[in-house]
C-alpha cells in the first residue's frame, strides 16, 4: 500500500523527516518496505532558469535555425541556437543551463552539454512545454509572462510537486488503516506516547446539502445480509473533464492513472478514507430504480474491462430496473459508467458482507482496489461521511448540484465490540507492568473509549472498524505496538522448562535420516501440499474420488491436496534441470492426502529421487550415472541405520514405475523404488531418467519403536577369508549361495561376499563365474586349518550338488 507524505500532513501537520516518520509507522505495526521520492516534473527542473531573449538572428548555415542571446542572469549572456519557429527577441523563456538533465516522457533522460550546431556554439537550450515535463506541446518554445524576473530558478516559477512515498506491508488484519486516514490515525496515537498532540484534522462535510429533488433514484435492497448498509444520492449538472493539477498529483504519486474529474474524485476518496465508492451515469439507469440483490447463475455481465462473464447465483449486483450494472463491491460494468457526456451521476456508498466480496473476487479473478479494502472489512460507520465527502469534492471539481436526498439504507446497525481488559493479564503477557495512566492514554488515542476503571481492570468499547480487535489479547496487543516493542526491557533471569521427550520421537528419527542423506550428496526439498488436480490421470492407482478439493483455491493449478509426493517433486526436477542443473539428488518429508467414502486419511512418506551423474565432474573420478543399484544402495543403508534390518522384496505393483521392487517387513509395504515411467516424465518434460523411492514414513516409525539395539564385545579372535571361484549356470544367483552357505555352516560363518561377476570369452555357453569371498570366526578360539578346510569343502561340496558349480 502506497501512502503520500504530503497527503498524509493535511490530516496531521507533523513536521518529521520522511525517515523519522518512517520509523514511528514501522514501529507502530504498518511496516514500511521503502520509502520513494515523487516528483510531477521529474528532475525538479533543477538547472532550469528563466531568461530574456536578448537577439535573435537567423543562423548562417541552416533556414530553419536562429542564433540568439540569452540573458539568465549571469556575467554575460549565452548564445544559444534554436530551432523553434516562435523564438524572438524580448521573449522571457525557460533555459535548460549546461549540465542540466531533462526526461522524456517515457523516461528517458539526456543531459544539456555545450556544442556546436552548424558550425555555430550554443551553450544551453530554450525548451518548449513537452522537453521541461509542464506538457505535451511541442509546437515551440514557452514564451512566459514579462513581469518573471530574469534567473529565478524554473521551479519556483512553476507548479511542482515534490512527494515522498511510504510502501506499506500492511498486514491482512489492519482493514483500518487501509487509507491515508487510517495511517495518520495510528501516526497520531504513536506521536501522543511520544507527548507530540497535534490537532488530528478530517475534512469538512458541513456544507452538505440538498439543492432540489429533481432526480430522485429509488433504492430497494432486496439482500440486506450481503449488503448491511447503502447510501446513494444523485448530483445533476456536472462536466466531466480532466482533474485539477493537484488532484492528479495526489493520485500519480501512489501509483494511480487520473481517468477524469469524476472517477478521479471516487478514487481520491478511497485512499483517502478508506470507503470505495462507485459513480453511475444516472441516464443509463433504467426506470430511476437500483436494486441490490443477486441474480441467477450463468446470467452473462461485461465488466469495464471488455469482459464478459458468467455470474454466480451468490454474486451480488448492482442493478436497475432491467439490467446489472456493476459487481458489488468488485468491479463496474460497461455500460453503466461516467463518460465524457454525462452531465448526471448517482453516487454510491456502500458495506459489502466482506466474506461475500472475497469471494465473488475469488471466483471472476478481479482484484481491485475496491474489493481489497471490502474483503477485510472496511469501516461500516464511515459511509455516509465518505458520501458527503466525495460529493462535496465532485462539486468543487465538477459543478453541479445535489439533486435528491441522501438516501440511508442500514436496518441493522453493526455495533461496537464490548471487550474487558484486566491489567494481570497485560502484564503477564507484556512481561512488563504499564502504568494504567499510559494504557488508558493509549487506548484514547486509538478511538477505543474507556467506560469504566477499577482496580484491576477496564471496560471498553472498541470501534465498529477496528474488526481485529474483539479480544482481551487483542487490546493488549495494540496497547504494546504503541507504547513500543524496543521500549520493553529484556529480562535477566530466563525460565524453562526441561521436557522429557522419547529418542523415538519423528523429527529426531527425520533428523537422522536427513543428515544421513545429506551426506551422501541428496538436498531436501519441501514442496507445496496443494496441487494440480489433472496429475490423477498419470496414474491409474490414484483416484478422482480419493480428492480432497479446497473450497477456495488459489489457482486451479493448487485445487486439490495430493495424493502423492512424486509430482511435485518432478515438478522441482524438471525446474532445476530447466536452468542446467541435470545433476540432481532430493529428499522430502511430506504427507498425502484422501478422501475415502467413510474417512479422511493423511499418510506419511520419505521420498528420494535421483537423476543424472552420481557425481561432479571431476578428473580425479569417473562419471556414473545414478542407477537402480544406486538408488537401492541408499535404502539399504538408510535402512540399516535405522536398524530395520530383516525385509524380504517383492515386484513392484505401482503403475507409477517402469520397473522397480517393494521391499517389505512382513506384510507392511516399507519402500516402493524403481525407475518412473517415460510418459509421465514426458509430463514434466524431463527426457533423462529418473529414480524414485517412496517410503511409508509411519510404517518405519512404529518399527523403529519397537527396535531394540542389543551389544557385544568385539571377538579378541581373528577372522579368516577364503576366497571360490564357481562355475555356475546363468539362472543361479548370489541369493541361492548366500542362503545354502548360511545354512551349511550356521555358527562359524560371518559374511559371504560377491566381489566379482564374469561372464563372455574362455566360459561354457550357458555359464558364468562367480568370485565370492567367506568370513569364519569363532568367538571363543582361533580357528585351525583342519576347522577351515573342513567347512570349506562342505561348502564346496554342497555347492556342487545343489547348485551344479564347479570350482575353477
Avoid at 102 to 118: A, F, M, P, V
Avoid at 484 to 500: H, P, V
Avoid at 615 to 626: D, I, M, Y
Wanted: aromatic share 8%; net charge negative.
Amino acid at each position: 500500500m502506497k501512502i503520500s507524505y504530503n497527503w498524509l500532513k493535511q490530516f496531521i501537520k507533523i513536521d518529521w523527516t520522511p525517515e523519522q516518520t518512517s520509523e514511528l509507522l514501522t514501529d507502530l505495526g504498518l511496516e514500511v518496505e521503502g520509502v520513494e521520492s515523487y516528483q510531477s516534473v521529474k528532475g525538479g527542473l533543477e538547472g532550469v532558469v528563466i531568461g530574456e531573449v536578448l537577439t535573435c538572428i537567423k543562423h548562417p548555415n541552416a533556414d530553419k535555425l536562429k542564433i540568439t542571446t540569452v540573458n539568465i542572469g549571469g556575467d554575460a549572456p549565452l548564445q544559444i541556437v534554436c530551432g523553434a519557429p516562435n523564438v524572438a527577441a524580448g521573449q522571457k523563456v525557460p533555459v535548460a543551463t549546461i549540465g542540466t538533465t531533462l526526461y522524456t516522457e517515457d523516461g528517458e533522460s539526456w543531459t544539456i552539454k555545450k556544442g556546436k550546431i552548424r558550425g555555430e556554439e550554443s551553450h544551453g537550450m530554450i525548451c518548449a512545454e513537452d522537453e521541461l515535463g509542464l506538457g505535451k506541446s511541442h509546437d515551440g518554445i514557452m514564451v512566459l509572462d514579462d513581469a518573471v524576473k530574469v534567473g529565478t530558478p524554473a521551479e519556483d516559477i512553476f507548479d511542482i510537486e515534490n512527494d515522498q512515498v511510504f510502501e506499506i506491508g500492511l498486514t491482512p488484519n489492519r482493514a483500518d488503516a487501509m487509507s491515508h486516514l487510517g495511517t495518520a490515525r495510528d501516526l497520531k496515537a504513536g506521536l501522543v506516547q511520544k507527548d507530540i498532540n497535534l490537532e488530528f484534522i478530517t475534512p469538512s462535510v458541513s456544507a452538505f446539502h440538498t439543492d432540489n429533488r429533481t432526480l430522485k433514484i429509488d433504492i430497494d435492497v432486496k439482500n440486506k445480509d450481503l449488503a448491511p448498509r447503502y447510501c446513494g444520492v444523485t448530483i445533476s449538472g456536472i462536466k466531466v473533464a480532466e482533474s485539477p493539477t493537484w488532484l492528479q498529483h495526489r493520485l500519480k504519486a501512489i501509483g494511480l492513472s487520473p481517468i477524469n474529474n469524476i472517477v478521479d474524485a471516487t478514487n481520491y476518496v478511497l485512499h483517502e478514507l478508506g470507503q470505495p465508492l462507485h459513480a453511475f451515469d444516472a441516464v443509463k439507469i433504467s426506470g430511476n430504480k437500483i436494486e441490490i440483490k443477486t441474480l441467477k447463475a450463468g446470467t452473462k455481465f461485461t465488466t469495464l474491462d471488455g469482459i464478459e462473464r458468467e455470474l454466480h447465483e451468490d454474486d451480488l449486483m448492482i442493478c436497475d430496473a432491467e439490467k446489472p450494472m456493476c459487481i458489488a463491491g468488485v468491479f463496474g460494468g460497461m455500460d453503466s459508467g461516467v463518460t465524457e457526456s454525462t452531465t448526471s451521476i448517482f453516487l454510491e456508498s456502500a458495506y459489502f458482507n466482506p466474506i461475500s466480496v472475497r469471494k465473488t473476487a475469488k471466483r471472476h479473478g478481479l482484484n481491485t482496489d475496491a474489493s481489497f479494502r471490502f474483503e477485510r472489512g472496511i469501516d461500516p460507520n464511515i459511509t455516509e461521511y465518505a458520501l458527503k465527502r466525495a460529493a462535496l469534492l465532485i462539486q468543487e471539481l465538477a459543478g453541479g448540484e445535489i439533486t435528491s436526498d441522501l438516501i440511508d439504507i442500514y436496518p441493522n446497525k453493526i455495533e461496537d465490540f464490548q471487550v474487558r481488559l484486566s491489567f494481570d493479564n497485560a502484564k503477564k503477557l507484556i512481561g512488563e507492568e504499564i502504568p494504567k495512566e499510559i494504557i488508558k492514554r493509549i487506548l484514547t488515542s486509538l478511538d477505543i473509549k474507556v467506560n469504566n476503571v477499577t482496580e484491576t481492570g477496564l471496560g471498553l468499547t472498541v470501534p465498529a472498524y477496528r474488526n481485529d480487535v474483539q479480544r482481551e489479547a487483542d487490546i493488549i496487543e495494540e496497547i504494546l505496538r504503541v507504547y513500543g516493542y524496543n521500549n520493553i526491557k529484556t529480562t535477566e533471569k530466563l525460565n524453562a522448562s526441561i521436557s522429557s521427550t522419547s529418542r523415538f520421537e519423528d523429527h529426531k528419527i527425520q533428523n537422522i535420516v536427513g543428515n544421513q542423506l545429506a551426506a551422501q550428496g541428496f538436498y531436501e526439498i519441501l514442496s507445496n501440499s496443494l496441487t494440480n488436480p489433472n496429475y490423477i490421470a498419470l496414474s491409474e492407482q490414484l483416484k478422482d474420488e480419493h480428492n480432497i478439493t479446497m473450497l477456495n483455491p488459489l489457482s486451479n493449478d493448487l485445487s486439490v491436496l495430493r495424493q502423492s509426493l512424486l509430482f511435485s517433486g518432478l515438478e522441482s526436477i524438471s525446474h532445476n534441470i530447466n536452468r542446467k542443473r541435470q545433476d540432481l539428488k532430493f529428499f522430502e518429508f511430506g504427507k498425502t492426502y484422501h478422501h475415502y467414502s467413510d474417512t479422511r486419511a493423511e499418510n506419511k512418506h520419505l521420498t528420494l529421487f535421483a537423476t543424472g551423474n552420481q557425481n561432479k565432474e571431476s578428473w580425479q573420478v569417473a562419471s556414473k550415472k545414478s542407477d537402480f543399484f544406486f538408488l537401492k544402495g541408499s535404502i539399504i543403508t538408510l535402512l540399516d541405520r535405522l536398524g530395520v534390518s530383516r525385509f524380504n522384496e517383492s515386484p513392484i505393483k505401482n503403475d507409477l514405475f517402469s520397473e522397480g521392487l517393494s521391499l517389505n517387513f512382513g506384510k507392511t509395504k516399507l519402500v516402493d523404488f524403481g525407475l518412473v515411467k517415460k510418459s509421465i516424465l514426458k509430463h514434466f518434460d524431463i527426457s533423462q531418467d529418473v529414480l524414485f523411492a517412496d517410503f511409508n514414513w509411519d510404517a518405519i516409525l512404529d518399527i523403529v519403536k519397537r527396535h531394540k539395539i542389543t551389544f557385544k564385545a568385539i571377538s579378541k579372535y581373528p577372522e579368516v577369508r577364503r576366497d571360490f571361484a564357481l562355475l555356475l549356470d546363468d539362472a543361479v544367483t548370489f541369493e541361492s549361495i548366500y542362503k545354502l552357505a548360511k545354512q551349511s555352516e550356521k555358527q562359524l560363518l560371518k559374511s559371504v561376499n560377491l566381489f566379482d561377476v564374469y561372464q563372455g570369452k574362455n566360459l561354457p555357453k550357458g555359464k558364468k563365474s562367480y568370485a565370492v569371498s567367506f568370513t569364519l570366526q569363532d568367538e571363543n578360539k582361533t580357528l585351525t586349518d583342519k576347522q577351515i578346510d573342513k567347512i570349506m569343502n562342505k561348502l564346496q561340496a554342497n555347492f556342487e550338488k545343489q547348485l551344479g558349480a564347479e570350482l575353477r
